[in-house]
């Protein structure tokens, strides 16, 4: 379906109507995603606009909210070497919240992707993957607020010993 004004309108609606197993997998299916059966799809999840075609979402796999699958990275007119490449999903793999998974990558069967994650290169299957935990890493003494410099509070910044 490409990204005619019917498929902006679909994902337009996906993005926001309830109905994570039903409503938002069918409005995704109709603008050209492949999507198995009993897949969950939360609220906000954006699956690129101008090839929804070439994202593929497996059997009981899960997308967390505000996740963003991104198959292309052209803006503007497009040029012929311009492309995309297929993201794939593969069977009970779960994408945590806020997840950004960019151009070419496939996700392994039962894998999990850590909330918050960009994804970059494929995961392998069964495989829990993300960043490190985030830690402390300065203490503040210049608070960043309004009148106080960028500049002001990285200096105030006291580097915490590693453990």
């Known amino acids: 379906m490409g990204a005619?004004?019917?498929?902006?309108?679909?994902?337009?609606?996906?993005?926001v109507v309830p109905g994570g197993y039903s409503?938002?997998?069918?409005?995704?299916r109709m603008r050209g995603v492949t999507i198995g059966t009993n897949v969950w799809i939360s609220q906000?999840?954006?699956?690129?606009?101008?090839?929804?075609?070439?994202?593929?979402?497996?059997?009981?796999?899960?997308?967390?909210?505000?996740?963003?699958?991104?198959?292309?990275?052209?803006?503007?007119?497009?040029?012929k070497q311009d492309g995309y490449k297929n993201i794939i999903v593969e069977k009970e793999a779960?994408?945590?919240?806020?997840?950004?998974?960019?151009?070419g990558v496939t996700i392994g069967q039962g894998a999990v992707i850590k909330g918050g994650t960009v994804v970059t290169s494929s995961v392998p299957a069964h495989t829990f993957w993300?960043?490190?935990?985030?830690?402390?890493?300065?203490?503040v003494t210049v608070p960043?607020?309004?009148?106080?410099?960028?500049?002001?509070?990285v200096r105030g910044l006291k580097p915490l010993k590693k453990r």
């Open 4 to 15: 005619s004004i019917t498929c902006r309108l679909l994902h337009k609606l996906a993005f």
């Open 23 to 28: 409503v938002r997998p069918r409005l995704h």
């Open 44 to 79: 906000y999840v954006y699956i690129d606009e101008l090839h929804p075609e070439a994202v593929t979402l497996q059997d009981n796999c899960t997308i967390g909210i505000r996740t963003s699958l991104i198959t292309h990275l052209y803006w503007g007119p497009r040029r």
């Open 94 to 103: 779960y994408i945590g919240p806020h997840c950004l998974i960019l151009p």
């Open 130 to 139: 993300g960043p490190a935990s985030p830690g402390p890493l300065a203490r």
């Open 144 to 153: 960043l607020i309004p009148g106080t410099s960028y500049e002001n509070f």
